[in-house]
Nanobody, 120 residues
Framework: VQLQASGGGLVQAGGSLRLSCVAS????????LGWFRQAPGKEREFVAA????????YYADSVKGRFTVSRDNAKNTVYLQMSSLKPEDTAIYYC??????????????WGQGTQVTVSS
């Protein structure tokens, strides 16, 4: 399975973006999928995750209440709606699966990353 992330861009603080992660086949619908991000000079960190059915979601404290993860399995797509963006949200955002807790499990699949830049 291959993942393709898109939707990043440049936005002002307080603005919104929606990221998409499209999978090449439906096998990913059996698994939790996560969003992660890596800012310059920092380690990659967990952002959000969603169960295969979409019924369970959880978030890093830093984005809780501002970001929403969802999925449309009919379209093989997971979304990350980001609102009230802050400059500290600037990073490359990656989607990956399978996820357990806040980390990927063995033999993960990663999308190629999409840049999000939030200006102050």
């Amino acid at each position: 399975v291959q993942l393709q992330a898109s939707g990043g861009g440049l936005v002002q603080a307080g603005g919104s973006l929606r990221l998409s992660c499209v999978a090449s086949d439906r096998s990913f619908t059996d698994f939790y999928l996560g969003w992660f991000r890596q800012a310059p000079g920092k380690e990659r960190e967990f952002v959000a995750a969603i169960s295969g059915s979409g019924g369970i979601t959880y978030y890093a404290d830093s984005v809780k209440g501002r970001f929403t993860v969802s999925r449309d399995n009919a379209k093989n797509t997971v979304y990350l709606q980001m609102s009230s963006l802050k400059p500290e949200d600037t990073a490359i955002y990656y989607c990956a699966f399978p996820v357990r807790g806040t980390t990927v499990t063995s033999d993960p699949r990663w999308g190629q990353g999409t840049q999000v830049t939030v200006s102050s």
